[in-house]
């Protein structure tokens, strides 16, 4: 059996590779097309939100 050191290690080691590999294979993300979060007081609305909303 593996010691908890062991286990530990393995589990960041894992942790890292794998958001190493998220970083290198996702495209970046375009900050100027995101939606607002917050649009209170603007007058438009948030595209993004709830899936219960209403269409």
Known sequence: MLTS??????????????AAWDYATSAPVNL??????ITAGSGTHA????CAMPK
């Open 32 to 37: 100027r097309l995101e939606p607002p979060m």
């Open 47 to 50: 595209s993004g939100g709830h």
């Open 5 to 18: 050191p062991a286990r530990r290690s393995i589990f960041w080691l894992l942790l890292i590779a794998f």
